[in-house]
């Protein structure tokens, strides 16, 4: 199918420029922003060169519908959702701008008529790094849903010189190297210096009162830090309209340290103004010292500041009272990091405002919703009181207040039900004390969600029964989705055309059109073009594996895939357990029917998180052995792609057949890399953790393949403990074979002690992830999973129906329910 003459895109405003003459003109484009941007001679360019100056005369027709765009919105005075994130993962701009403006024949054709290829040039742009993984990347997806679906909405973070860190492997350990992208800037982003924001930190209050008696304190004594505005346009689908991003930039502010200048140390001054510059400057600073853990609850007020200075800008043009705010204004806090906004919003209607605090409160809770992402107690933020009074100290005078007001309503509800009180309040009073930020986000809100369904429901009957309990309508779910747009049409273009040649391009925008696939799953001819597909992009993986690692891999092997963060509760562990069953039943029984299968990993481990990197030492151990042992020969073989990211996962996903999503039941609040893979084909191992359980719903129980404990029995062996790991350990030869091989350091060069630590998790009874639990049940399910690859005609019969049935995971769907049932915002059908 061709994307330009087959599909709307051809009929959009870009591509209408693109006349008899449009080609010339855009190549002219192009040579412009060489010369004047670039300073280069068109004809010594480069392919980075080029690269950016495509990107620059792509971004001057992005930037002239972002007028157009907002003077509409300005127009119909329309409600404005503000969605704050810490984290958006964008990853490559230039290709899904391209596809998204309709325009790839005609800048392919443009550029080969300049002598270079788009997709050389595309490997020329960095990653945007803005972000750790999932939460991120489910920022991005809202946004490119929402500009799709004309929602007048912004997205608001912070424009990191350096993001997430470069992964290199080195003699299978993780090292860490610094992530610069922004070393040569970014064409994609616009430096709005008119837009610059003083933000205060530390200093003290001055109490006072008004004329009427009223407590009016004055934050005073403040170090200040600009906030600069930096913008990064987002282009809908087909539609010519444009959002933007707005990531904000320290800046010192102008005004020299005089106590520093006047006492003759200048350069002393000049290097406190510099330091104040590193609050934008690094991704999640490390929160194991204090100095990281105090920038990083000033990365989080620097970005929520100045969002509400912008906010206000906008408001004030057309209000002089705050009654309307909340039917103007809606803040989406994703996750508990811009839960600083709440007490800030306070601030400005009590101080600056002058507002009462009941009218204040009233406005705040009908403007706020909070989206919670995470199941699990210890991974809910939370900051000392000590350091929120000093780096904020006025907002923690307001924190203390709602929650002063808040205990006293939960008293009246629960008379003497000092459980509540304890559990419910925003201040922990063990020592040190500190502020309870997901408290904080759900009293401050009208509406808090969870991201999957089984993730809601644990948050009613657990996490937050006791706000359930008080609010009964305010935890709702929402389940999240991803952009079709770039993980199916953009990264597995072939798969795309071949979809679109059947039942249209309509898919797109609509992603439950892909039901009519269903009538194709056992036609003989498509099964095989379909199969085909796969194949072709197994081998572009295989050649980056080769290229990347020089490990040769089998296309034709089962490719059973795993990326994402690497972190204990998303077992990585486990799967190496299988990976040695595996390897040893092919050295004891060479004849068994074990289908080829090549194991591949990709992520990160957080630097400090000294357990997962273990892991990721594991699996390279375990891969070494195996990739050269000549006795199982290319029956099997592991891969570990450092540095993982989007455009990595962009080649990953589309080869997949094995999608393995085997995280212990009740710990991932949805995950989304489950949905990426299931839409290119590829069939799902898996708990019922998650969306998992969603997806399975619909695909049908017999196209994915479940494992292990429910959410239910994994609790109930927390505290019960059934059965004990070591139990397990001693009962189940498969099992023991496995631990002996690990303990007699069978994958460390005889090392006993390298791995001790992991074998020590494995039969602890404490074993929260229930590794060892779950290991018989994956192993029975991993046969089965090896039997249906045998019946190629079967699997690609499954392959077809997970991709024909899983519409409801588009985050068009997810953002169009955030839009009609939280923020009270009408959407363009």
Same mark, same amino acid.
């Given at each position: 199918?061709?994307?330009?003459?087959?599909? /709307?895109?051809?009929?959009?405003?870009?591509?209408?420029?693109?006349?008899?003459?449009?080609?010339?003109?855009?190549?002219?484009?192009?040579?412009?922003?060489?010369?004047?941007?670039?300073?280069?001679?068109?004809?010594?360019?480069?392919?980075?060169?080029?690269?950016?100056?495509?990107?620059?005369?792509?971004?001057?027709?992005?930037?002239?519908?972002?007028?157009?765009?907002?003077?509409?919105?300005?127009?119909?005075?329309?409600? @404005?959702?503000?969605?704050?994130?810490?984290?958006?993962?964008?990853?490559?701009?230039?290709?899904?701008?391209?596809?998204?403006?309709?325009?790839?024949?005609?800048?392919?054709?443009?550029?080969?008529?300049?002598?270079?290829?788009?997709?050389?040039?595309?490997?020329?742009?960095?990653?945007?790094?803005?972000?750790?993984?999932?939460?991120?990347?489910?920022?991005?997806?809202?946004?490119?849903?929402?500009?799709?679906?004309?929602?007048?909405?912004?997205?608001?973070?912070?424009?990191?010189?350096?993001?997430?860190?470069?992964?290199?492997?080195?003699?299978?350990?993780?090292?860490?190297?610094?992530?610069?992208?922004?070393?040569?800037?970014?064409?994609?982003?616009?430096?709005?210096?008119? =837009?610059?924001? /003083?933000?205060?930190?530390?200093?003290?209050?001055?109490?006072?009162?008004?004329?009427?008696?009223?407590?009016?304190?004055?934050?005073?004594?403040?170090?200040?830090?600009?906030?600069?505005?930096?913008?990064?346009?987002?282009?809908?689908?087909?539609?010519?309209?444009?959002?933007?991003?707005?990531?904000?930039?320290?800046?010192?502010?102008?005004?020299?340290?005089?106590? =520093?200048?006047?006492?003759?140390?200048?350069?002393?001054?000049?290097?406190?103004?510099?330091?104040?510059?590193?609050?934008?400057?690094?991704?999640?600073?490390?929160?194991?010292?204090?100095?990281?853990?105090?920038?990083?609850?000033?990365?989080?007020?620097? =970005?929520?500041?100045?969002?509400?200075?912008?906010?206000?800008?906008?408001? @004030?043009?057309?209000?002089?009272?705050?009654?309307?705010? /909340?039917?103007?204004?809606?803040?989406?806090?994703?996750?508990?990091?811009?839960? !600083?906004?709440? /007490?800030?919003?306070?601030?400005?209607?009590?101080?600056?405002?002058?507002?009462?605090?009941?009218?204040?409160?009233?406005?705040?809770?009908?403007?706020?919703?909070?989206?919670?992402? $995470?199941?699990?107690?210890?991974?809910?933020?939370?900051?000392?009181?000590?350091?929120?009074?000093?780096?904020?100290?006025?907002?923690?005078?307001?924190?203390?207040?709602?929650?002063?007001?808040?205990?006293?309503?939960?008293?009246?509800?629960?008379?003497?039900?000092?459980?509540?009180?304890?559990?419910?309040?925003? !201040?922990?009073?063990?020592?040190?004390?500190?502020?309870?930020?997901?408290?904080?986000?759900?009293?401050?809100?009208?509406?808090?969600?969870?991201?999957?369904?089984?993730?809601?429901?644990?948050?009613?009957?657990?996490?937050?029964?006791?706000?359930?309990?008080?609010?009964?309508?305010?935890?709702?779910?929402?389940?999240?989705?991803?952009?079709?747009? @770039?993980?199916?049409?953009?990264?597995?273009?072939?798969?795309?055309?071949?979809?679109?040649?059947?039942?249209?391009?309509?898919?797109? $925008?609509?992603?439950?059109?892909?039901?009519?696939?269903?009538?194709?799953?056992?036609?003989?001819?498509?099964?095989?073009?379909?199969?085909?597909?796969?194949?072709?992009?197994?081998?572009?993986?295989?050649?980056? !594996?080769?290229?990347?690692?020089?490990?040769?891999?089998?296309?034709?092997?089962?490719?059973?895939?795993?990326?994402?963060?690497?972190?204990?509760?998303?077992?990585?562990?486990?799967?190496?357990?299988?990976?040695?069953?595996?390897?040893?039943?092919?050295?004891?029984?060479?004849?068994?029917?074990?289908?080829?299968?090549? =194991?591949?990993?990709?992520?990160?481990?957080?630097?400090?998180?000294?357990?997962?990197?273990?892991?990721?030492?594991?699996?390279?151990?375990?891969?070494?052995?195996?990739?050269?042992?000549?006795?199982?020969?290319?029956?099997?073989?592991?891969?570990?792609?450092?540095?993982?990211?989007?455009?990595?996962?962009?080649?990953?996903?589309?080869?997949?057949?094995?999608?393995?999503?085997?995280?212990?039941?009740?710990?991932?609040?949805?995950?989304?890399?489950?949905?990426?893979?299931?839409?290119?084909?590829?069939?799902?191992?898996? $708990?019922?953790?998650?969306?998992?359980?969603?997806?399975?719903?619909?695909?049908?129980?017999?196209?994915?393949?479940?494992?292990?404990? $429910?959410?239910?029995?994994?609790?109930?062996?927390?505290?019960?403990?059934?059965?004990?790991?070591?139990?397990?350990?001693?009962?189940?030869?498969?099992?023991?074979?496995?631990?002996?091989?690990?303990?007699?350091?069978?994958?460390?060069?005889?090392?006993?002690?390298?791995?001790?630590?992991?074998?020590?998790?494995?039969?602890?009874?404490?074993?929260?992830?229930?590794?060892?639990?779950?290991?018989?049940?994956?192993?029975?399910?991993?046969?089965?999973?090896?039997?249906?690859?045998?019946?190629?005609?079967?699997?690609? @019969?499954?392959?077809?129906?997970?991709?024909?049935?899983?519409?409801?995971?588009?985050?068009?769907?997810?953002?169009?329910?955030?839009?009609?049932?939280?923020?009270?915002?009408?959407?363009?059908?």
């Amino acid at each position: 199918m061709d994307l330009q003459t087959d599909s /709307p895109t051809s009929q959009n405003a870009y591509a209408s420029i693109f006349g008899e003459t449009g080609i010339e003109e855009f190549k002219a484009c192009i040579r412009h922003h060489l010369v004047s941007f670039q300073g280069r001679d068109p004809d010594m360019a480069g392919k980075q060169d080029v690269c950016r100056a495509l990107s620059y005369a792509l971004r001057d027709m992005l930037m002239e519908k972002w007028f157009t765009t907002q003077k509409t919105v300005y127009a119909q005075n329309k409600k @404005r959702v503000y969605y704050l994130s810490l984290e958006f993962l964008v990853g490559r701009s230039l290709g899904n701008a391209i596809i998204n403006m309709g325009l790839l024949g005609q800048v392919s054709e443009a550029l080969e008529q300049l002598g270079y290829n788009l997709e050389e040039l595309r490997e020329y742009e960095e990653d945007a790094a803005l972000g750790n993984g999932g939460l991120g990347r489910l920022a991005s997806c809202f946004m490119d849903s929402i500009a799709t679906m004309k929602i007048p909405a912004y997205g608001y973070g912070i424009l990191y010189d350096f993001g997430l860190f470069n992964q290199t492997i080195v003699d299978g350990y993780q090292l860490e190297a610094p992530d610069s992208w922004m070393r040569l800037g970014s064409p994609w982003i616009y430096e709005r210096t008119s =837009f610059m924001y /003083p933000i205060h930190f530390y200093g003290r209050v001055s109490s006072g009162t008004d004329a009427e008696g009223n407590y009016r304190p004055q934050w005073v004594d403040t170090e200040v830090i600009m906030a600069m505005a930096c913008d990064m346009l987002v282009p809908g689908f087909n539609n010519d309209h444009v959002i933007n991003m707005r990531l904000w930039k320290a800046k010192a502010s102008r005004e020299l340290d005089l106590s =520093f200048f006047n006492a003759g140390d200048y350069i002393n001054a000049v290097e406190n103004k510099v330091r104040s510059e590193t609050i934008s400057k690094v991704l999640y600073p490390s929160d194991e010292i204090r100095e990281g853990q105090e920038l990083r609850l000033k990365q989080q007020y620097f =970005f929520v500041a100045a969002t509400f200075h912008d906010i206000l800008r906008r408001y @004030r043009k057309e209000n002089r009272t705050f009654t309307d705010f /909340p039917n103007q204004v809606a803040v989406q806090l994703n996750d508990t990091h811009p839960a !600083i906004a709440i /007490p800030e919003l306070m601030r400005i209607l009590l101080d600056d405002e002058r507002l009462g605090w009941v009218e204040a409160w009233d406005i705040c809770v009908k403007t706020f919703a909070y989206t919670n992402h $995470t199941l699990m107690p210890e991974a809910l933020e939370t900051w000392t009181v000590e350091m929120l009074s000093r780096v904020l100290p006025r907002h923690m005078e307001i924190i203390y207040e709602i929650n002063r007001r808040f205990l006293e309503e939960v008293n009246e509800r629960y008379p003497g039900n000092m459980r509540k009180l304890t559990e419910m309040s925003i !201040i922990d009073e063990n020592q040190p004390k500190r502020v309870r930020m997901a408290n904080l986000a759900i009293i401050g809100s009208h509406s808090t969600n969870g991201v999957a369904a089984l993730h809601t429901e644990l948050l009613k009957k657990h996490l937050f029964h006791n706000f359930h309990e008080m609010y009964p309508n305010r935890i709702n779910s929402k389940t999240n989705g991803i952009t079709p747009r @770039r993980w199916l049409l953009k990264c597995n273009p072939e798969l795309s055309s071949f979809i679109s040649d059947k039942i249209s391009y309509n898919w797109v $925008t609509d992603l439950d059109q892909l039901r009519m696939l269903e009538k194709y799953h056992t036609d003989k001819e498509f099964c095989h073009q379909w199969r085909q597909i796969k194949l072709n992009n197994k081998k572009r993986l295989a050649a980056l !594996i080769q290229k990347r690692s020089g490990i040769v891999v089998d296309p034709r092997s089962m490719f059973d895939i795993q990326v994402k963060r690497i972190h204990e509760y998303k077992r990585q562990l486990l799967n190496v357990l299988h990976i040695i069953e595996i390897y040893q039943r092919l050295l004891t029984t060479p004849d068994a029917n074990i289908q080829p299968r090549t =194991f591949i990993f990709a992520g990160k481990a957080a630097p400090s998180y000294h357990r997962a990197k273990l892991i990721i030492k594991l699996i390279n151990s375990v891969g070494e052995v195996i990739n050269n042992d000549p006795r199982v020969e290319d029956r099997l073989k592991v891969v570990f792609i450092p540095n993982y990211n989007v455009s990595l996962a962009e080649i990953i996903i589309p080869a997949a057949d094995l999608s393995e999503q085997i995280s212990t039941a009740g710990t991932e609040a949805s995950g989304t890399g489950n949905m990426k893979f299931a839409l290119n084909g590829a069939l799902t191992i898996g $708990t019922l953790d998650g969306a998992n359980i969603e997806i399975r719903e619909e695909v049908g129980e017999e196209n994915i393949f479940i494992f292990g404990m $429910t959410a239910e029995e994994a609790e109930y062996e927390k505290k019960c403990k059934s059965r004990k790991p070591y139990q397990i350990y001693e009962q189940n030869p498969v099992v023991s074979k496995i631990i002996d091989a690990l303990a007699k350091g069978v994958f460390s060069h005889g090392d006993v002690n390298l791995f001790r630590p992991l074998i020590n998790d494995l039969l602890n009874e404490n074993d929260k992830y229930h590794l060892l639990l779950d290991l018989e049940s994956y192993l029975e399910c991993q046969r089965t999973v090896n039997d249906c690859f045998i019946d190629t005609d079967e699997w690609t @019969r499954r392959s077809i129906l997970n991709v024909a049935r899983v519409g409801k995971f588009s985050s068009d769907r997810t953002i169009k329910e955030y839009a009609e049932e939280i923020w009270g915002v009408e959407v363009d059908n």
